[in-house]
């Protein structure tokens, strides 16, 4: 669906979504000088139709999850914590309960974790509420554990970032066409996704070489690791 979606969007929309995604905040504006007038809204009413931008209360557009997805790049933290925050935390506590109800019954022969009540404590409801607090804060260290994990979510292998990344680092590096070939960018938004991405936000040594050769003249990209 990302990829039909990104196979419909124009050179200067694709240029848009890149240039946002350079921004820490993901914002649309301001486009490129180029894009003014109804062209810059028709631009930014395409984008929002594809899905691949948000406008919020005070009526800025931002590059959403699905924009950021479209042109290879990782969602930011903040868009992932937010995504993240619309599913329950938690399961219900009957849920809780029963998962309880059967761990003890399973691995500990207990079966029921309800307290039986007398005018004192007896050694079932003292052990059983031992129990019950053991299980709850086993839960709750493993709902822990997995949003922690979830939120260290790295590029995707099959990512355009991460093919462009595998062409350049190559000894022989790749070319615009190349890198064009397995994204379906245009050369200028290639450019800034190499100016911006991968050498701003990503740091990495992108070197550039002029050469000519029987295939003519071409720019060779090469990734250069210390």
Same mark, same amino acid.
């Given at each position: 669906?990302?990829?039909?979606?990104?196979?419909?969007?124009?050179?200067?929309?694709?240029?848009?979504?890149?240039? $946002?995604?350079?921004?820490?905040?993901?914002?649309?504006?301001?486009?490129?000088?180029?894009?003014?007038?109804?062209?810059?809204?028709?631009?930014?009413?395409?984008?929002?139709?594809?899905?691949?931008?948000?406008?919020?209360?005070?009526?800025?557009?931002?590059?959403?999850?699905?924009?950021?997805?479209?042109?290879?790049?990782? *969602? *930011?933290?903040?868009?992932?914590?937010?995504?993240?925050?619309?599913?329950?935390?938690?399961?219900?506590?009957?849920?809780?309960?029963?998962?309880?109800?059967?761990?003890?019954?399973?691995?500990?022969?207990?079966?029921?974790? /309800?307290?039986?009540?007398?005018?004192?404590?007896?050694?079932? /409801?003292?052990?059983?509420? $031992?129990?019950?607090?053991?299980?709850?804060? $086993?839960?709750?260290?493993?709902?822990? $554990?997995?949003?922690?994990?979830?939120?260290?979510?790295? *590029?995707?292998?099959?990512?355009?970032?991460?093919?462009?990344?595998?062409?350049?680092?190559?000894?022989?590096?790749?070319?615009?066409?190349?890198?064009?070939?397995?994204?379906?960018?245009?050369?200028?938004?290639?450019?800034?996704?190499?100016?911006?991405?991968?050498?701003?936000?990503?740091?990495?040594?992108?070197?550039? /070489?002029?050469?000519?050769?029987?295939?003519?003249?071409?720019?060779?990209?090469?990734?250069?690791?210390?």
């Amino acid at each position: 669906m990302k990829e039909m979606t990104m196979n419909k969007m124009t050179s200067p929309q694709l240029t848009v979504l890149v240039n $946002a995604a350079l921004r820490e905040d993901g914002a649309v504006h301001p486009l490129p000088s180029r894009m003014k007038g109804g062209a810059a809204i028709k631009i930014v009413n395409a984008l929002a139709k594809h899905g691949v931008i948000t406008q919020e209360d005070g009526g800025q557009w931002r590059l959403n999850a699905v924009g950021y997805a479209a042109i290879g790049e990782t *969602p *930011p933290e903040r868009l992932l914590a937010k995504a993240e925050s619309k599913e329950p935390a938690e399961t219900k506590p009957e849920s809780q309960d029963a998962l309880f109800e059967e761990i003890a019954s399973k691995h500990l022969d207990i079966d029921t974790l /309800e307290t039986r009540h007398s005018d004192g404590l007896d050694f079932h /409801e003292t052990s059983v509420w $031992a129990i019950k607090s053991a299980l709850d804060a $086993a839960y709750q260290a493993g709902m822990s $554990a997995a949003k922690q994990r979830s939120g260290k979510r790295g *590029p995707r292998s099959d990512s355009k970032q991460a093919k462009s990344i595998e062409l350049m680092k190559r000894p022989e590096g790749a070319t615009i066409e190349q890198i064009a070939e397995v994204t379906g960018w245009s050369a200028s938004t290639i450019r800034g996704f190499i100016s911006g991405s991968l050498r701003k936000r990503l740091g990495l040594n992108v070197t550039s /070489e002029r050469v000519t050769d029987e295939q003519g003249k071409r720019t060779i990209y090469r990734i250069v690791e210390d």
